[in-house]
């Protein structure tokens, strides 16, 4: 059964110079347990989506409209103070950058508190008791210690796994985790995914990891929704998209990468490269939103929208072309 539900999601934000389509009618959904990775380069839509589903956006000069049904409820729908109940309490969010995300002038057990003493009716006892008890849940040692402490005290990789401990603090259906990972060192970020891996046995939450590293998908995800210019391009689970994938924007991010054991040394081993520059989202799109970059693009691609259709089981892409690039790849 789907947790969350979104419908033709629509974020624009409306400037002197024309209307910014961020996120232009884009649909998923997430189970309840399930990690679901949205992936795409900086500006697709990422973050937008994920802050619109929180109804983080500020309106004007942002707009958000569709349907985003969260345990059968329109949040789109909901008054302001029905929001207020459930962010952070049924939804949490982990945001990008914990340093500017965290208070500097309060302590981390106070910040992990206000969470719990807002939406659990803890007394401030109560809830430096649970803020220690997720310190130590999230694996930061002498809790009783670090929760009188303030950000500044911590190292990175500590604030994010702070940033987690407040995330997970009520509990959430729903963990949303933006680029958890990105300001950490390689040794740091594969503790922070091994310990989101472990608190969702836990917890039992569902994730929606939004990233732009798809060593990060290949690690955590289930599923994997790839965006493009504010559009869902692509999705399958993460052992089809990553054997077969069948959109070619997708194919330029996966040769991006560089190989276990390749070398990287001579033209034959250098990487792939996507051309050109993502389109202005402040004009209207016609035909496929990767046309001007793909080097298969054809007068149908640059005339007709293709259409998100299933190409396999379980696998959808929106290109014209993607069976024939599916054999191609």
Request: charged content about 25%; glycine content about 8%.
């Amino acid at each position: 059964m789907a947790l969350l539900e979104v419908e033709n999601l629509q974020t624009h934000f409306r400037a002197p110079d024309g209307i910014n389509r961020a996120v232009d009618g884009v649909n998923f959904h997430v189970n309840a347990g399930e990690t679901v990775a949205i992936v795409g380069e900086s500006g697709c839509g990422k973050s937008v989506t994920a802050m619109s589903i929180l109804r983080l956006i500020p309106e004007p000069p942002g707009k958000i409209a569709g349907s985003i049904r969260f345990n059968g409820r329109d949040l789109l729908k909901c008054s302001d103070r029905e929001m207020r109940a459930i962010r952070g309490n049924e939804i949490s969010m982990i945001f990008q950058e914990p340093m500017t995300s965290l208070n500097p002038v309060l302590t981390v057990g106070r910040q992990i508190g206000e969470t719990l003493r807002l939406h659990q009716g803890m007394s401030a006892q109560q809830a430096e008791a649970r803020a220690v008890e997720m310190l130590k849940l999230v694996g930061i040692p002498e809790p009783e210690r670090r929760v009188r402490e303030y950000p500044h005290q911590l190292s990175g990789g500590m604030r994010q796994r702070v940033m987690i401990a407040i995330a997970l603090a009520c509990n959430p259906k729903l963990l949303i985790a933006d680029e958890p990972t990105t300001a950490l060192d390689v040794t740091i970020q594969a503790q922070i995914l091994d310990l989101m891996r472990d608190l969702k046995r836990t917890v039992g939450a569902a994730i929606v990891i939004i990233t732009h590293d798809l060593g990060v998908v290949a690690e955590v995800a289930e599923r994997v929704i790839v965006m493009y210019a504010g559009r869902k391009v692509e999705e399958a689970s993460v052992e089809k998209l990553f054997r077969n994938p069948r959109h070619p924007y997708t194919q330029g991010l996966l040769g991006s990468m560089p190989k276990l054991g390749s070398s990287l040394t001579g033209e034959e081993t250098r990487l792939q490269e996507i051309p050109g520059l993502v389109p202005s989202l402040k004009r209207k799109l016609e035909g496929c939103v990767f046309a001007s970059r793909c080097s298969h693009t054809t007068d149908l691609c640059r005339k007709v929208a293709p259409a998100l259709e299933e190409k396999a089981d379980g696998h959808i892409a929106a290109c014209h072309y993607a069976m024939k690039e599916a054999v191609a790849a």
